[in-house]
């Protein structure tokens, strides 16, 4: 690749630490390994720590089959079977002079590590990631992928909806200098979601920089089921709000909107029972914003879905209805979530 950072010559470890928390991913750990090893980047200058949570399908065996051919595949033990604890354990054994996370539940552009390593060189960055492309399977799995790609789905998440090159609060999974670690601290056990907003806020606070950059690319595949991804958001709005506590200002305002909006069909009937007709006038102004917008991006979404949907591809207004349907579910789940976060985050206070 043009203007890459070339393999260090002569150096005692490898260049980078690619480190892969995992637990139960026998479905989706070779298809990660696959494009892991099909980088433009020499494969002996890169080593391979997948870190396992305790799985109980398949998922070592899996890796196992991947070692015979690639010995710089490394299996370690990770008993407390959260993503923070993995990545610490993995940048604690990692040898390579940048680390980056990778995400099993994703494939990686052949030039991923390569344009990684560019752009820390390039930017001086203390992490550096790139676009986000969401897709599912099946018909729910890719209505639930425009909607996880859709500004009116998620907000203003930079790296899943687009945007320029440049400087940004976090990144998806991240390209790290070693030295990073070494500065700002690890990963925060406490949190088994969002550990890496609040790594990469710690980063900012204390002068650090995250870098965005569009040539860096990667598929997540996404949950594919309604249950799924209703689970998904109501767990994310409740860590959402846990973080918040032990970690004030890690998170920000867009991942609150969705509480504010359940709040908000809570709170606007009340008042106007309690206090003023008026209320109700808010409300129906508010719902009717809310379902004006989600039919704009609903349609907008349905049509490009219809045309570029290879294998089975649905009419445009099959798609816009479900997306009427998942983008209320998505946002009433996750701000249900960040409700139940309330209670959760008063016990673990001091």
Not at 277 to 286: G, T
Request: aromatic share 12%; with cysteine; charged share 20%.
């Amino acid at each position: 690749m043009t203007g890459a950072l070339e393999p260090a010559a002569g150096a005692a470890g490898p260049d980078v630490s690619l480190i892969i928390p995992v637990r139960n991913e026998e479905k989706h750990i070779d298809h990660c390994l696959r494009s892991v090893f099909a980088q433009d980047f020499p494969s002996e200058r890169m080593e391979i720590l997948v870190v396992d949570g305790m799985s109980a399908d398949g998922t070592r065996e899996r890796v196992a089959f991947w070692q015979k051919e690639h010995p710089n595949v490394r299996l370690l033990e990770n008993r407390e079977r959260t993503a923070p604890c993995a990545m610490n354990i993995g940048i604690r054994a990692a040898r390579g002079r940048c680390i980056a996370r990778l995400d099993a539940h994703s494939s990686y552009a052949p030039d991923y590590i390569s344009q990684c390593l560019h752009y820390l060189e390039k930017t001086g960055a203390d992490n550096v990631g790139g676009v986000l492309e969401t897709k599912g399977e099946g018909f729910w799995g890719t209505a639930i992928a425009l909607m996880l790609s859709s500004p009116f789905g998620v907000g203003n998440a930079s790296f899943r909806v687009g945007a320029a090159d440049g400087y940004v609060d976090t990144v998806p999974f991240g390209a790290f200098r070693r030295e990073t670690f070494e500065r700002y601290g690890y990963f925060d056990e406490r949190l088994t979601r969002n550990q890496d907003y609040e790594l990469n806020y710690r980063i900012r606070r204390q002068g650090g920089k995250i870098y965005l950059a569009n040539a860096i690319k990667l598929t997540y595949y996404s949950r594919s089921s309604v249950g799924a991804i209703a689970r998904n958001a109501f767990a994310n709005g409740r860590w959402n709000i846990i973080t918040s506590f032990l970690c004030p200002g890690a998170m920000g305002a867009r991942h609150f909107v969705p509480f504010a909006f359940v709040l908000s069909l809570l709170l606007l009937p009340a008042a106007a029972l309690c206090l003023s007709p008026l209320f109700f006038l808010a409300l129906a102004a508010e719902l009717g914003l809310y379902f004006l917008l989600a039919f704009v991006f609903a349609w907008g979404a349905g049509r490009r879905a219809a045309t570029a949907t290879a294998e089975r591809p649905a009419p445009a207004p099959v798609y816009f209805m479900a997306l009427l349907f998942l983008f209320p579910l998505f946002h009433i789940c996750y701000g249900c979530g960040s409700a139940a976060g309330l209670g959760a985050a008063r016990a673990l206070l001091p």
